[in-house]
């Protein structure tokens, strides 16, 4: 037991110091990026770090089995320069014995980064866009979607509309039984439009069977409400906007996403990238133990055996190809390729199984 915590504490160590040196590096290079795309805009260096941090986590979950994968090289490479590796084998313990310690502390990692990161990365991600938004155009448009129904937010030249529909087609190109509320700028509601649907493009709203309530102080609405066939109304948005607000999972947390996922079922919209990013979270911890065999299969031994250099090389190419296979799996998934749960739970454990072979092979414990 004593050992095994000292193997803990050693790669959590590692994990801490792999996790700060990619933290300064990405959040460098995200500075400049984004210097470079808002400064000519008029943002502040304060406005830009407040993206830069805001963008950080998500990035940092993105990677984060690449952390774990350098991690357990830097880990093992480190035990085997000392010779505790070699020591501790001669004691009688086995090669897969001292794979227990990591392993327990990334099932810890990624069980935390399931439940308590994943929350958080989806409100800083949500925050980000928003801001990026606000920054890009002045004024954001708003999406989401609720028991009520669909409802968007745009900004006009007068002030803003706000739009609410009670479903629409698969690409969002199309909303039905909707309401357009349109407000001035200092916030009295200035007219009210009812339609049978209304489709966005080239952009504007065109309406069919459409129902104009003008809603200024003194004004009799019902008896001044117009009827239109159809009707134009221009908008900032766009279908691909749409489709990629509602579209990116990562900025819902985990805890939320299957009652936003039968709200978006019944809304009208395709739940399959929802729900194979929900299944993928759940497999996480389970891929990122596959990371630590990975890469404890070519990394667990001595270096008087030489060729450590390419051995990590090895580590890193395959803990690559892993996670590419694993990204390209859900991709599959969410268009309807592959069953959610077979494109979520097939790359860890086929990774799983694959790190097993070379492990068991050198196992002489």
Do not use: C
């Amino acid at each position: 037991m004593i050992l095994h915590l000292y193997f803990a504490r050693r790669f959590a160590s590692w994990l801490a110091i792999t996790f700060l040196g990619l933290f300064a590096l990405i959040a460098l290079i995200d500075l400049v990026d984004q210097t470079r795309r808002f400064a000519d805009r008029g943002v502040s260096a304060g406005g830009i770090l407040e993206l830069v941090v805001l963008n950080a986590p998500q990035t940092l979950n993105q990677i984060l089995p690449l952390i774990v994968l350098l991690a357990t090289v830097a880990f093992f490479i480190n035990l085997a320069r000392s010779s505790e590796l070699i020591a501790t084998r001669a004691a009688g313990r086995s090669a897969m014995g001292a794979l227990v310690a990591p392993v327990v502390v990334v099932l810890i990692l990624g069980t935390i980064a399931t439940t308590t990161l994943n929350p958080i990365v989806a409100a800083t991600s949500k925050k980000y866009e928003q801001l990026a938004e606000s920054y890009r155009s002045g004024g954001a448009a708003s999406f989401s979607i609720s028991s009520e129904g669909l409802w968007l937010r745009q900004p006009t030249e007068e002030g803003q509309m706000v739009i609410n529909a009670w479903r629409s087609n698969l690409d969002a190109s199309v909303l039905y039984d909707v309401t357009f509320l349109e407000y001035e700028i200092v916030g009295n509601p200035r007219q009210r439009i009812l339609a049978d649907s209304a489709a966005l493009k080239n952009g504007e709203w065109t309406l069919r069977n459409a129902k104009v309530w003008p809603l200024g102080r003194g004004v009799n609405a019902e008896g001044n409400a117009t009827r239109h066939e159809t009707l134009a109304i221009p908008s900032t948005l766009t279908v691909e906007r749409i489709r990629e607000s509602f579209g990116q999972p990562s900025t819902i947390s985990i805890w939320k996403l299957p009652e936003f996922i039968d709200q978006l079922e019944r809304a009208g919209f395709s739940s399959l990238q929802h729900r194979v990013w929900m299944q993928s979270e759940l497999a996480r911890p389970l891929f990122l133990v596959a990371m630590v065999l990975i890469a404890s299969a070519f990394t667990m031994r001595h270096t008087r055996f030489g060729g450590t250099g390419l051995a990590v090389l090895a580590a890193v190419l395959l803990g690559f190809s892993l996670y590419f296979v694993r990204s390209f799996s859900m991709i599959l998934g969410e268009n309807g390729q592959l069953a959610v749960y077979l494109a979520a739970w097939a790359p860890p454990v086929a990774s799983v199984l694959l790190a097993f072979g070379p492990l068991l092979h050198a196992e002489d414990g």
